[in-house]
Each structure stands twice: as C-alpha cells, then as structure tokens.
C-alpha cells in the first residue's frame, strides 16, 4: 500500500481524471476571534489586500465542492451570514458552535450538515494553500485505494505540530506544542487542510470525545484524531507538499506582514 505521494506522483497517475464535485463537502471552522490581530470581528472575515479570508478560502473552493458550511460562534453568525449575502456566495452554508470546545466539537456541529461522501475541511485562517493541492487531495481520497484521510504535510523548523510515523510510514502520534509537548527542532506538520471519508469521520468523531482533551487547553481537539483513520480502509494518505507559504496560517500581524510580502509576486488567489 502505498503510503506517501508527492505532486508529480498525483501527476502522473491521475492527469486526465476528472474530479467528482459532487462527492466533496467542505468545512471551514470559523468560530475564531481575531484578537490577535486586534479585529473584533470573527476572524475569517479580517481583510488582506481587500478580500476577507473568508472571500480568498470561498474563491479557490467553490468550484471544487458541492456545499461549503462555515462553522461559527453565536456571536459571529450574523456577521459571516450577512457578509455571504453581500457578495451573493452561491452553496454556503453557516452552522453555529454553541460552545468554543475546540476544533473537533467544530467539526462535528459542522459534518451533521454534509450529505456527501467526502469531507474537505480547511482551518478558516489557512489561505495560503494552491488549488492544486486541494485537486490531488480530491483526486487521491477518490483512489482505489480507498484511503480513510488524505493529509498534506510539509517538514520544517519550529513546528507547532510533528506527526510521528512508524517503520510502515503509519502514524502513531501526534505532538502539539500547545499542549506542552516537546518538539523536534525539525517535524512533520499539517497544513489545515484534511479531506476525509465522511463515515469513517463520523464513527470517529463518535467514539472518541474523551480521547482526544489537551492536556494544557483542556479543549476536544482533531489532530490527535487523525492517527484513528489509519485502522479503517487504507489508512491515511500523506501529500507532501514542496512549497513551505502554504502552510502559513494567520494568528497574528507578522504572519499577516509576511503573507502580504509573498504575495506582491504569486497571486494569493493561485
């Protein structure tokens, strides 16, 4: 089985597919403040070079799924909804997170909403991403052979998070530097981006409530999750990703100045 793809693999083994549109949901959590950025609005709807993330995360999804549900908090909703009916956004929908328990009570309010097969679930401050990873992540779920996750990662230093694998490729465990876990100096981190099997999600989701607490944030999160999807079908697919700025999220300032400085030469919208 094989474990690890890289982009010129996904090339080179599904270029004349076309992408099932209609088997892909996505989630975008979204119950965030922006208080780092000192913006009292809901985060997704702070602005870089006059486009919301909300309206940058929309426009490289909204031909690539059937439905995309925005998750967000009692405070939010009215807002995100009226800036939705503002621009006429088509196939968006908005569900509520009655309570800031983490990202994985996120994802569940927001998968009871999703009538399709698969899942494409994108952190809401995570902008940087390429169209085309979201593609080969569609296209790799859809395989034959028959992944539960599909999870871009990219190596780099200082890593907030750090997959560990076994001798299979396999992962086992998942460290989080804001649940005090030591870090490598180097690691393996996500991207905010997980396209997974709607069913197998649920069963997850379903299961592990409990399991999954941090230990410092004492919120339910996702990310020690993920290691569950490698005991159904074939286990989690890993895309690596050879461009570091896609797996830059925005929580503050800096990462807002060295955004805005990537993309005076590559196009935030490519």
Known sequence: MKRIWNKEEC???YADSLLKINNFTAIIPAAGKGTR??????????SI??????????????????????????????????????KNYLNIE??????????????????????????????????????ETIQNCMHLIELDFHYSAII???KRKNPYIHFIRNKSDKI??????????????????DCGIFTLNKDILLKILNNNYFKS????????????LIQKFEKFLGGVCTLILEDINESIGINDKYDVIKIMNIIKENPIGE
Not at 37 to 46: D, M
Not at 213 to 224: A, D, R, S, V, Y
């Open 49 to 86: 070079n006059n486009n919301t993330l909300l309206d940058i995360i929309y426009n490289k999804l909204k031909f690539l799924c059937k439905k995309i549900i925005i998750v967000a908090s009692p405070d939010g909703q009215h807002q995100i909804y009226n800036h939705i009916n503002e």
């Open 11 to 13: 090339h080179k083994n």
């Open 152 to 154: 871009p990662t990219i």
């Open 37 to 46: 950025l000192k913006y009292s609005k809901p985060k997704i709807l702070y």
């Open 172 to 189: 086992i465990n998942i460290l989080q530097s804001r649940e005090g876990d030591l870090m490598p100096d180097i690691g393996e981190t």
């Open 213 to 224: 607490i941090g230990n410092k944030t004492n919120e339910w999160n996702f990310l020690p």
């Open 94 to 131: 908005v569900v509520v997170q009655t309570e800031p328990n983490g990202m994985a009570e996120a994802i569940n309010t927001g998968v009871k909403s999703v009538l399709t097969k698969n899942v494409i679930i994108i952190w809401g401050d995570q902008i940087m991403f390429s169209k």
